[in-house]
């Protein structure tokens, strides 16, 4: 229905009234409206939006309300007036949750207002499912109802002209408990797949970001997260303590979903042909074959259980395999299996994850894809992270990290994957060894100059003790040449920790000198080198710390009042050093440890090895009767 606009209305009123509706001034709004032509459908800008429009997308539900009852029935068909996108009123309403009622006017006087649709074929309740407005959704989800009942179409509601449901839209928009209510209420649009052939539970395996609780590192924001109650009634009003709430809320609400989509989403069985379609070459002096092949285009989306790999959503992961175990034998569109994916994108909770599936790693360790490449090959056709910023290990523990997973799936392999040649007549070791060129040679400066740098820092504190030794705290006997404080308690700590101190610091350096004249082979970088460093950061940090006790025990010794606050504030002020010098290096220091601990606990199971299962029990079928026994 078009709307007559004249010209009488200039600028001035139209700021006027946009001022008014952006500060909540309703009653100005309501006053000016009634002294324009068209009242409350005049056009306010550009686009063709009314004040009714503008009114319910600025959350003035009071002032919509009262617009409406202020119309005479004559003025109800200008109520579908629509906009340049081709929104109506109530398409503007579903924009928050603060307008229910407005809404519920709307239909009362429009009730076509329910099933128009935009220019993007969006009805309110697909507009409402997009914006994440679950009130006013829950609202319009019962008048469609009414509506189906009356014979409207169910499927007009649900689906925009892209394919797309509102499923779809609310798990891209991550309005995960929108998505739940929707599930429950239309569980036929888990089957929908979207214009690019994905259902709901493979678009959310492609979103990692709606597991991530955004807490990274910090520990006072992981023991928050841990004990706060993420309930939508327990908000609070520390904003950190809130953000992470919400946060919390979200993830739970993810989970929850995926639960309920790997239930009933059965697009899980979509695969491809195992068939190795590729020839297996253990040796390079035959002709080379004639199936190198380009890789056939997928005619679908890979299953969501390679998709969630792929992203890294862990917890689609383990659901999709909990449920159905048999979906490990997914196969995508190169050949691949859930193994060459995650070493591929270096998931390595996922490859935990399926190496500890005894039964199901048998039947995927010596699968080869399409180009001839085993599980070991993956090494070398790493794909870049989503997120390259989060990875903030150095080079050398990069390239460390890849080493030592090389070698445990080359451990799980069989003899003929670790033996396989790839179409360009290469096994594994070879393609590593030369993908990881320029690595290593960036993983060999930085240990070069972490131990350089470390070297310095030891070489001075070992000057500094050396020179500390013969400049005793108070000085020495003149006549005996023995330090005149030799009986006070604290110059037995001064003199012990000084000696410890340039013990350790030169320790510490013939270690780091170990470093820079190391070979720098590939091997070294997978325990060797980072053992060394290891060590030499201790006994580099131990001897800080024994420096700064020194230094503490001289303090009390010649300036200490005796009293127990000053002396407490002298070991503040000592140690100072030595805790921001432990802050700077903890991250480091912990990566270290956690490859010293995998080393010892190699060593562990070598020399203990863990206790083998015991087959399961064989069934005894030779007391079920014969088909000659039956009568």
Same mark, same amino acid.
């Given at each position: 229905?078009?709307?007559?606009?004249?010209?009488?209305?200039?600028?001035?009123?139209?700021?006027?009234?946009?001022?008014?509706?952006? &500060?909540?001034?309703?009653?100005?709004?309501?006053?000016?409206?009634?002294?324009?032509?068209?009242?409350?459908?005049?056009?306010?800008?550009?686009?063709?939006?009314?004040? @009714?429009?503008?009114?319910?997308?600025?959350? %003035?539900?009071?002032?919509?309300?009262?617009?409406?009852?202020?119309?005479?029935?004559?003025?109800?068909?200008?109520?579908?007036?629509?906009?340049?996108?081709?929104?109506?009123?109530?398409?503007?309403?579903?924009?928050? /949750?603060?307008?229910?009622?407005?809404?519920?006017?709307?239909?009362?006087?429009?009730?076509?207002?329910?099933?128009?649709?935009?220019?993007? !074929?969006?009805?309110?309740? @697909?507009?409402?499912?997009?914006?994440?407005?679950?009130?006013?959704?829950?609202?319009?989800?019962?008048?469609?109802? %009414?509506?189906?009942?009356?014979?409207?179409?169910?499927?007009?509601?649900?689906?925009? /002209?892209?394919?797309?449901?509102?499923?779809?839209?609310?798990?891209?928009?991550?309005? @995960?408990?929108?998505?739940?209510?929707?599930?429950?209420?239309? $569980? =036929?649009?888990?089957?929908? *797949?979207?214009?690019?052939?994905?259902?709901?539970?493979?678009?959310?395996?492609?979103?990692?970001?709606?597991?991530?609780?955004?807490? !990274?590192?910090?520990?006072?924001?992981?023991?928050?997260?841990?004990?706060?109650?993420?309930?939508?009634?327990?908000?609070?009003?520390?904003?950190?303590?809130?953000?992470? &709430? *919400?946060?919390?809320?979200?993830?739970?609400?993810?989970?929850?979903?995926?639960?309920?989509?790997?239930?009933?989403?059965?697009?899980?069985?979509?695969?491809?042909?195992?068939?190795?379609?590729? =020839?297996?070459? @253990?040796?390079?002096?035959?002709?080379?074959?004639?199936?190198?092949?380009?890789?056939?285009?997928?005619?679908?989306?890979?299953?969501?259980?390679?998709?969630?790999?792929? +992203?890294?959503?862990?917890?689609?992961?383990?659901?999709?395999?909990?449920?159905?175990?048999?979906?490990?034998?997914?196969?995508?569109?190169?050949?691949?299996?859930?193994?060459?994916?995650?070493?591929?994108?270096? &998931?390595?909770?996922?490859?935990?994850?399926?190496?500890?599936?005894?039964?199901?790693? &048998?039947?995927? =360790?010596?699968?080869?894809?399409?180009?001839?490449?085993?599980?070991?090959?993956?090494?070398?056709?790493?794909?870049?992270?989503?997120?390259?910023?989060?990875?903030? %290990?150095?080079?050398?523990?990069?390239?460390?990290?890849?080493?030592?997973?090389?070698?445990?799936?080359?451990?799980?392999?069989?003899?003929?994957?670790?033996?396989?040649? /790839?179409?360009?007549?290469? #096994?594994?070791?070879?393609?590593?060894?030369? *993908?990881? #060129?320029?690595? =290593?040679?960036?993983?060999?400066?930085?240990?070069?100059?972490?131990?350089?740098?470390?070297?310095?820092?030891?070489?001075?504190?070992?000057?500094?003790?050396?020179?500390?030794?013969?400049?005793?705290?108070?000085? $020495?006997?003149?006549? #005996?040449?023995?330090?005149?404080?030799?009986?006070?308690?604290?110059?037995?700590?001064?003199?012990?920790?000084?000696?410890?101190?340039?013990?350790?610091?030169?320790?510490?350096?013939?270690?780091?000198?170990?470093?820079?004249?190391? +070979?720098?082979?590939?091997?070294?970088?997978?325990?060797?080198?980072?053992?060394?460093?290891?060590?030499?950061?201790?006994?580099?940090?131990?001897?800080?710390?024994?420096?700064?006790?020194?230094?503490?025990?001289?303090?009390?010794?010649?300036?200490?009042?005796?009293?127990?606050?000053?002396?407490?504030?002298?070991?503040?002020?000592?140690?100072?050093?030595?805790?921001?010098?432990?802050?700077?290096?903890?991250?480091?220091?912990?990566?270290?440890?956690?490859?010293?601990?995998?080393?010892?606990?190699?060593?562990?199971?070598?020399?203990? $090895?863990?206790?083998?299962?015991?087959?399961?029990?064989?069934?005894?079928?030779?007391?079920?009767?014969?088909?000659?026994?039956?009568?």
């Amino acid at each position: 229905m078009n709307v007559i606009v004249t010209k009488d209305e200039d600028e001035g009123t139209n700021a006027e009234l946009y001022n008014a509706l952006s &500060r909540g001034e309703d009653m100005k709004v309501f006053e000016i409206c009634h002294g324009l032509t068209n009242g409350p459908f005049h056009t306010l800008t550009i686009h063709n939006d009314t004040i @009714f429009h503008m009114a319910s997308f600025n959350k %003035r539900n009071n002032l919509v309300v009262a617009l409406l009852r202020s119309l005479h029935e004559s003025q109800f068909e200008k109520l579908t007036w629509i906009n340049s996108s081709g929104n109506t009123i109530l398409h503007e309403t579903t924009t928050n /949750n603060g307008t229910v009622e407005a809404a519920r006017e709307m239909l009362c006087r429009a009730p076509s207002l329910l099933m128009m649709t935009n220019k993007l !074929g969006e009805t309110p309740l @697909f507009h409402a499912a997009r914006h994440g407005k679950i009130k006013i959704f829950k609202f319009l989800s019962d008048e469609v109802e %009414r509506a189906v009942q009356k014979g409207a179409d169910l499927e007009m509601f649900l689906l925009r /002209n892209d394919k797309s449901t509102i499923l779809h839209v609310v798990i891209l928009s991550q309005n @995960f408990d929108l998505a739940i209510f929707i599930t429950r209420r239309y $569980p =036929r649009l888990v089957a929908v *797949k979207d214009g690019d052939g994905l259902t709901g539970l493979q678009l959310l395996a492609c979103n990692p970001s709606a597991f991530d609780n955004g807490v !990274g590192h910090s520990f006072l924001k992981r023991q928050i997260y841990n004990y706060i109650d993420c309930s939508p009634e327990k908000r609070s009003r520390v904003p950190m303590f809130e953000e992470i &709430r *919400k946060r919390k809320q979200r993830c739970e609400s993810a989970k929850e979903l995926a639960r309920i989509l790997v239930e009933k989403d059965k697009s899980w069985k979509a695969t491809k042909s195992r068939l190795d379609k590729s =020839r297996a070459k @253990f040796h390079k002096y035959e002709g080379r074959a004639s199936a190198l092949e380009k890789r056939d285009v997928a005619s679908a989306p890979d299953t969501p259980l390679l998709l969630a790999t792929k +992203s890294g959503c862990t917890e689609i992961v383990k659901e999709i395999l909990n449920v159905y175990p048999q979906a490990v034998e997914h196969i995508d569109g190169d050949g691949r299996n859930i193994l060459h994916v995650a070493i591929k994108y270096r &998931r390595l909770e996922i490859i935990d994850t399926v190496i500890n599936m005894a039964h199901s790693i &048998r039947r995927l =360790r010596g699968k080869i894809d399409k180009k001839g490449y085993s599980l070991l090959h993956m090494f070398s056709v790493q794909a870049k992270d989503s997120k390259p910023e989060d990875d903030i %290990r150095n080079p050398a523990l990069i390239l460390r990290d890849d080493l030592i997973l090389f070698e445990r799936i080359s451990k799980v392999c069989t003899t003929s994957a670790r033996l396989q040649l /790839n179409f360009n007549e290469e #096994t594994a070791e070879q393609m590593l060894l030369e *993908k990881t #060129t320029q690595l =290593r040679v960036d993983a060999k400066e930085w240990m070069k100059n972490t131990a350089e740098n470390c070297s310095i820092v030891a070489v001075l504190i070992a000057t500094v003790a050396f020179a500390a030794a013969y400049t005793v705290p108070g000085g $020495p006997n003149q006549e #005996t040449g023995y330090p005149l404080l030799k009986n006070k308690p604290f110059f037995i700590v001064f003199a012990l920790a000084d000696a410890l101190s340039l013990t350790f610091s030169l320790t510490s350096v013939i270690v780091f000198l170990s470093i820079l004249t190391s +070979s720098f082979r590939l091997n070294d970088f997978r325990y060797s080198l980072h053992n060394k460093l290891l060590l030499g950061l201790t006994v580099l940090i131990l001897s800080v710390s024994m420096m700064m006790v020194a230094f503490a025990a001289t303090l009390i010794l010649t300036i200490s009042s005796g009293q127990n606050w000053t002396n407490v504030f002298l070991y503040i002020i000592s140690f100072f050093p030595v805790t921001v010098y432990g802050y700077s290096y903890i991250h480091l220091y912990k990566l270290l440890i956690n490859a010293f601990c995998e080393k010892m606990w190699m060593l562990k199971e070598a020399i203990f $090895p863990p206790c083998v299962n015991v087959a399961p029990p064989q069934a005894d079928f030779t007391r079920l009767p014969t088909a000659s026994s039956i009568p």
